[in-house]
């Protein structure tokens, strides 16, 4: 049976997060610029996760619009997982590392918490583990 989500305001949200022991803090590095017409956002982290949320414009879908999705942190900055087929990484703009299970685990705990706490689907694949913001195996590097 299909389970329920509760709509909460943006608010709520953010103090749910607080109350779950997230590091919740504005993002004003510059890092990252908020799309047109949407307030600033918001870094979240855990477990040395983080991702970057938002208020939703009214009328949208949801409360939570994410600017950055869940990531490891290397820097400071969110980084993106990516697959190459043999080994999986973390990619930023300055640093590449390979992903370790405790790294995949640590960031498949933190995106469940976060979709749950913002009251997020959660899709069967992503439910099984991790998954990856790219995916560039070498095999087929060079195909159209």
């Known amino acids: 049976m299909a389970k329920k989500t509760t709509q909460r305001s943006f608010n709520d949200v953010l103090s749910l997060l607080g109350g ?16 047109a017409g949407f307030p600033p956002g918001f870094k979240v982290s855990k477990y040395g996760c983080a ?3 938002a208020e939703a414009p009214s009328g949208s879908d949801g409360t939570v619009l994410v600017l950055a999705r ?4 290397l820097g400071g900055e969110i980084s993106r997982l990516v697959d190459k087929g043999y080994q999986k990484f973390f990619t930023s703009s300055k640093i590449e590392i390979p992903a370790t299970a405790d ?3 640590a960031l498949h705990t933190f995106t469940e918490e976060l979709n749950e ?8 694949n ?8 790219s995916y560039l195996y070498d095999r087929v590097k060079g195909r159209e």
């Open 20 to 35: 779950q022991r997230f590091d919740v803090a504005p993002a004003h590095d510059g890092s990252r610029r908020t799309p």
């Open 51 to 53: 991702a970057e949320i």
């Open 70 to 73: 869940p990531g490891w942190l």
């Open 103 to 105: 790294h995949l685990r």
């Open 117 to 124: 706490a913002t009251g997020s689907a959660t899709l069967y």
């Open 126 to 133: 992503q439910s099984l583990g991790t998954t990856s913001d």
